[in-house]
């Protein structure tokens, strides 16, 4: 026996799913041997850009964050100068096409049965990709060699992944959170801005201010998959 422990490598994984609770056994997935050398990982907050004419400057006034994207590049190899395969989700699937076929079916092409792409997980030993919810945003493919048949041998993909929330889970958390402190909300059929203040703040009363707030000239009518964001009651609320 060694004096050294022995470990396994950590490999990033990425799992597909029907349903954005990501439940159940995921219908297939990728393991990829050649780890990324780097990520990049984007927040970013958006602010209103409306200005009065004439005007030298304006508020910052918040107005929502943008789903945290990240950014990763991926090697296909098919050289033969390694025993290891990106993919392993077809059996034999060794060459550069196939495999490159077989990551757009898992992450891009749209599912016969959810009629969207799938829901995806990544996994990377216990960093910041130890759980993450994603969606492929867009993936950009760079041919680099070729065999005397034209047959592409190696493949750089160059692919972004937007951050998915489950919205019942985070409806459930705003509801457990504090009034003093900034909520978002997606507005759902039948729901009115009184009731959702009532929900969020405790009071119906506010609803004349959060129609302010977010620009709303018809508040009465919602329409559902509007985000609305409700500030904290203290301070008070911008003018």
Known sequence: MGLLPSFKLQKLTIYAYADVQRSGLPKAKFEVMYNPTSISMSHQNVFEDLQGINTFGRQARYSYARSESLAVDLVIDGNGVSDFALV????????????????????FYMDGEA?????????????????????????????????????????????TFIADVDEAKQASAISKASPDLSHVRVVRSGDTLPQLCQEIYGSPLHYLRVAQYNRLNHFRDLTPGTTLIFPPLAPPLAS
Request: aromatic residues 10%; proline residues 3%.
């Open 88 to 107: 392993r989700l077809i059996e034999g699937a060794k060459s550069v096409s196939e495999q490159i076929d077989a990551f757009l079916a898992l992450s």
């Open 115 to 159: 009629h969207e792409p799938r829901f995806l997980r990544l996994e990377w030993g216990d960093g910041v990709l130890k759980h993450f919810d994603c969606r492929l945003d867009h993936v950009d493919i760079k041919y680099t060699s070729f065999a005397r048949s034209g047959a592409p041998l190696r493949a750089e993909l160059s692919v």
